[in-house]
C-alpha cells in the first residue's frame, strides 16, 4: 500500500523568508507525486507533480519539488515566502492503479 | 485545466433527512470520479471511487447504505447521504481525471459543507 507522511502540522515563517514542507512516501512501486494546495472553504488546487520525469519539479507560484528516491522524499520549497501563500498543503501520491492518498496536511502560517 | 464544480457548495439539514450532493465535470468526461469527507483541519479521506454506469467502489469502513453514490452520465456523480446524523456533518469533496487511465492530476470540486443539525 502507497502513503505519504507530512513531517509538521503547521509551519510557520516571516514573509520573504524560506518555506520548507516535508513529505515523505511509502510505496511498492514508482510513485506518483503531487503537492496540491487548499485554501478555506474551497477544494484543492495542483502546485506541481512528479512523474518520472525530471526529478527537480517546478510548479505554479514559485514553488518547487525534488525527488529524491534514496530519501523517500518530495519535499515542497519556496525560496522567498509570501502572505498569499498561507494555505493548507496537502502531499499526495498515486499509483498505476490511480488511486490517490493524501497526507494529513500540513498548514502554512506567513507572519508579516 | 479542467473544471468539476460542485453543488450545493453548503447545506444546512435537519437530523434524519437526507441530502444529495451533485459533482460536475463541465469541459471533460470523466469515467471516474472520487468522493472525499475532510473533518476540520484533517487531510481528505477517500470514501469511495464512481464508475459510470457501474456500482462505486467503497472504502473500508464508509457505509455504502449511507452514502450513496450514482454516476449515470460521464459529467455527473451524485452523493446522497441518507438520513443524515450531526456526526455526518463535514466537508465534502469530488475530484476527477480529465484523463481516464493515465496518472494525471485530479482535479477537485470546490467542496460542499455539509451541515446537520
Known amino acids: 500500500a502507497q502513503s505519504v507522511t507530512q513531517l509538521g502540522s503547521h509551519v510557520s515563517v516571516s514573509e520573504g523568508a524560506l518555506v520548507l514542507l516535508r513529505c515523505n512516501y511509502s510505496?511498492?512501486?514508482?510513485?506518483?507525486l503531487f503537492w496540491y494546495v487548499q485554501y478555506p472553504n474551497q477544494g484543492l488546487q495542483l502546485l506541481l507533480k512528479?512523474?518520472?520525469?525530471?526529478?527537480l519539479v517546478k510548479g505554479i507560484n514559485g514553488f518547487e519539488a525534488e525527488f529524491k528516491k534514496s530519501e523517500t522524499s518530495f519535499h515542497l520549497t519556496k525560496p522567498s515566502a509570501h502572505m498569499s501563500d498561507a494555505a493548507e498543503y496537502f502531499c499526495?501520491?498515486?499509483?498505476?492503479?490511480?488511486?490517490?492518498?493524501f497526507g494529513a496536511g500540513t498548514r502554512l502560517t506567513v507572519k508579516p | 485545466g479542467a473544471v468539476v464544480s460542485q453543488h450545493p457548495s453548503w447545506v444546512i439539514c435537519k437530523s434524519g433527512t437526507s441530502v444529495k450532493i451533485e459533482c460536475r465535470s463541465l469541459?471533460?468526461?470523466?469515467?471516474?470520479m472520487f468522493w472525499y469527507r475532510q473533518f476540520p483541519k484533517q487531510s481528505l479521506m477517500l470514501m469511495a471511487t464512481?464508475?459510470?454506469?457501474?456500482?462505486?467502489?467503497?472504502e473500508q469502513g464508509v457505509e455504502k447504505d449511507k452514502f450513496l453514490i450514482n454516476h449515470a452520465s460521464l459529467t455527473l456523480s451524485t452523493l446522497t447521504v441518507t438520513s443524515a446524523h450531526p456526526e455526518d456533518s463535514s466537508f465534502y469533496i469530488c475530484?476527477?481525471?480529465?484523463?481516464?487511465?493515465?496518472?494525471?492530476?485530479?482535479?477537485f470540486g470546490e467542496g460542499s459543507r455539509l451541515t446537520v443539525l
Open positions: 475530484s476527477a481525471r480529465d484523463q481516464p487511465g493515465s496518472v494525471g492530476e485530479l482535479f
Open positions: 464512481s464508475n459510470e454506469g457501474s456500482k462505486a467502489t467503497y
Open positions: 512528479y512523474t518520472s520525469a525530471a526529478t
Open positions: 510505496s511498492s512501486v514508482p510513485p506518483y
Open positions: 499526495a501520491v498515486s499509483d498505476h492503479n490511480n488511486d490517490m492518498r
Open positions: 469541459d471533460f468526461q470523466a469515467t471516474t
